[in-house]
């Protein structure tokens, strides 16, 4: 078996050993075995990086050497991304096909659209007698997930590195192998030492020393609603700036007249995606009431072709949850929806295999659009399926929690769905099966966050704006 085990942290260009003591442990969830360990830094290595990248940020620094730092980064990772995929299904247990795929070759499209937005960006425009002139932020604060490592980290590093700006990364403690790898290609690509670095570590500590640390300009934040409201107040003592990418319900609205089998198909499929652990899955189908008996057959006969097994298996679809915290919190979700009068479909909460965090697809009908199960986010294979009368009923269920941030509308042509989108409260949505865009804003309304990642959106988050007012 594969040894990961990490016992040092990449601060200004060096593996080093860190101050914390202690190590955190990393699990497969497919097995309940560890796998390997990274270092449990603490505030002090926080502060060895921030003091690093604060040394290497140059607000002068040209776009040429902007780009070849970016181009040389996404060389060095697409290297590694066989093993990265290996290594992030070893450790929250995506299926190989998904870790080869969406999780892996998704985070170099998203690093190629970076490198895109950067070849033809005007740094400088001239407004009235202004000269605007756009400057790296300075150094960003990066706090990610756990449920796509590498993609949570390009969304958020690529831009970072692209603006001019350096890095201080803390991965997620239930899947940072993976990130360190990729701390190895950066490492590889000659990055200027400080650029980017690497703690580990407890959010408490190490997230909340990041959040708060006056010496960081800026700081991003993928994970929870309620742990984004916790690094926004932290952040908001030192009056940094915050982009928070959180939580999400997201609607699949399937109107009369479209193609209920396609849109149910395509709509199980994205729900399940990544074991149901994707912040933009479409956990709540909304159908007209009089299409909900043949909506529920087809839901069924889509998710039985779903099958759970061992994320090595190439016929698995899903695999386990990626943590034993996460496994409970989302039987514990299938046990309330249930009491809380929900009728189950298909799957439920009882153990499908020996060992392993596996929950199996989950369907329920009859769910409260105003339930728990109607309006928080599982984070795991739970589908609520949910009828409505009428369009503007519809648009209610959609727009009734608390969250914005992903979701799709189907209907007989794309006028139509793109009408009832434009009243739908979220951050993008899919139009009759419209195709993932790695460039396309991304980011939520409501509580599903601040700001916005990818392409063109996601780069300009990481750049200051200066007025320069020029002689009339």
Known sequence: MHDYTRKTLYIDGQWVTPVGTGEIEVINPATEQAIGSVPNGDAADVDAAVAAARRAFDPLISVAERKERTAAVIAAMAQRLPDIAETITAEMGAPLRISQTVQTKVPLAVAQGFADVLETFEFEERVGNSLVVREPYGVVGAITPWNYPLYQVVAKVLPAIAAGCTVVLKPSNEAPLSVFEFIEAVQESGLPAGVVNLVSGGGRVVGERIASHPDVDLVSFTGSTGVGVRVAELAAQTVKKVALELGGKSANVILDGADLATAVKVGVGNAFLNGGQTCMAWTRMLVPASQYGKALELVEAAVAKYTVGDPLDPATRIGPSASARQYETVLGFIERAQRDGARLITGGAQKIRD?????A???????????????????????????????????????CTPYGLAGAVWAKDDDTAIAFARGVATGQLDINGGPYNPVAPFGGYKRSGIGRELGRAGFEEYLQTKSLQLPS
Do not use: C, H, K, M
Not at 355 to 359: K, P
Not at 364 to 375: K, T
């Open 361 to 399: 697809p989950t369907v329920f009908a009859d769910v409260a659009p105003e339930s728990e199960l109607g309006q928080e986010e599982v984070f795991g294979p739970v589908l609520a399926v949910i009828p409505f009368d009428g369009e503007s009923d519809a648009l209610r269920i959609a727009n």
């Open 355 to 359: 060992a392993g965090y596996y929950v």
